[in-house]
């Protein structure tokens, strides 16, 4: 079981859209990514009690659209709405299985982490995609 944490993609565009690279495609540019994720896995790992797995999906519709990142095994890291909501709002958070399509994020331990890479070796990131006129969920980009 994982502990789910959902972001709204909104949210994350927000906070995080100013990290973008000057005139860069937005459905292509990961650098706000790498700022929540530079912002979020430190705070995990500071409160983590255990060693856990973080992966991460696009879920959502027509209505908008949330970055879940789940935390296996559940309670791992104790208070991870609290680390996370400063950083980004936290939409939801749920307990259930990981998604079987889901992709690497990260390695945590306590005071620690590493980023996760997946079956090819590749570091997965996730676009945020162009705030209006962008239909469907931002996708996911494997980089070397």
Same mark, same amino acid.
């Given at each position: ?12 565009? /927000? =906070?995080?859209?100013?990290?973008? /690279?000057?005139? +860069? ?6 650098? !706000?990514?790498?700022? %929540?994720?530079? #912002? ?21 519709? %027509?209505? &908008?659209?949330?970055?879940? *990142?789940?935390?296996? !095994?559940? &309670? #791992? *890291?104790p ?10 709002? *936290?939409? +939801? ?5 990981? =998604? @079987?399509?889901?992709y !690497?994020l990260a ?8 980023? /996760? ?6 570091? *997965?990131?996730?676009? %945020? ?11 996911? @980009?494997?980089l !070397?």
């Amino acid at each position: 079981m994982a502990e789910v944490l959902l972001f709204a993609l909104d949210d994350l565009r /927000a =906070r995080f859209g100013l990290a973008a /690279a000057a005139g +860069a495609d937005p459905r292509q540019d990961t650098g !706000p990514f790498r700022a %929540f994720r530079a #912002a979020l896995l430190p705070a995990l790992a500071a409160a983590a009690a255990a060693e856990a797995e973080a992966s991460m999906w696009w879920e959502g519709g %027509f209505n &908008g659209y949330a970055l879940a *990142v789940a935390l296996e !095994p559940a &309670g #791992a *890291v104790p208070g991870a709405e609290a680390r996370a909501g400063p950083i980004c709002p *936290v939409d +939801a958070v749920r307990l259930a299985p990981a =998604r @079987r399509d889901r992709y !690497p994020l990260a390695r945590l331990a306590p005071g620690r982490y590493e980023l /996760a890479r997946d079956e090819t070796g590749a570091l *997965v990131e996730a676009p %945020f995609g162009a705030p209006t006129g962008h239909f469907g969920a931002p996708g996911m @980009r494997r980089l !070397p």
